[in-house]
């Protein structure tokens, strides 16, 4: 299955707007996710597992713990596992601003 289509499709019951890697100017309440670099394990000159890692991004003027909850879980159930979390509030935006960061592992084909 296509990643974004994943993430996508998984994010998708929070009823916010999901968009891959783009800011959403002037918006007030979305999703952004892009990747961060991957690794891989070698071993006999073979890939064996490709690692992808992913940032979940939330942005709203109020509170977003539900919001963050809520991908949390879904991410869960679609079988990435969380290794960061952390909230700000961005002056500039005025915009509370929730990260997450998964990672998945696969075997590699």
Same mark, same amino acid.
């Given at each position: 299955?296509? /990643?974004?289509? *994943?993430?996508?499709?998984? *994010?998708?019951? &929070?009823? /916010?707007?999901?968009?891959?890697?783009?800011?959403?100017?002037?918006?007030?309440?979305? &999703?952004? @996710?892009?990747?961060?670099?991957?690794?891989?394990?070698?071993?006999?000159? +073979?890939?064996?597992?490709?690692?992808?890692?992913?940032?979940?991004? &939330? @942005?709203?003027? +109020?509170?977003?713990?539900? !919001?963050?909850?809520?991908? %949390?879980?879904?991410? #869960?159930?679609? +079988?990435? %596992? #969380?290794?960061?979390?952390?909230?700000?509030?961005?002056?500039?935006? +005025?915009?509370?601003?929730? &990260? *997450?960061?998964? !990672? %998945?592992?696969?075997?590699? #084909?």
């Amino acid at each position: 299955m296509n /990643l974004n289509r *994943l993430i996508l499709d998984t *994010l998708e019951p &929070i009823n /916010l707007p999901v968009i891959y890697q783009e800011e959403r100017q002037g918006e007030s309440e979305y &999703i952004r @996710f892009f990747y961060l670099p991957q690794v891989d394990f070698h071993a006999d000159d +073979g890939e064996q597992y490709n690692t992808v890692y992913a940032q979940i991004d &939330i @942005f709203t003027p +109020g509170n977003p713990n539900n !919001y963050a909850k809520q991908a %949390k879980q879904l991410m #869960k159930e679609a +079988g990435f %596992k #969380k290794n960061f979390e952390h909230e700000m509030y961005e002056e500039d935006t +005025g915009l509370f601003h929730y &990260i *997450l960061r998964f !990672y %998945k592992i696969e075997e590699a #084909k």
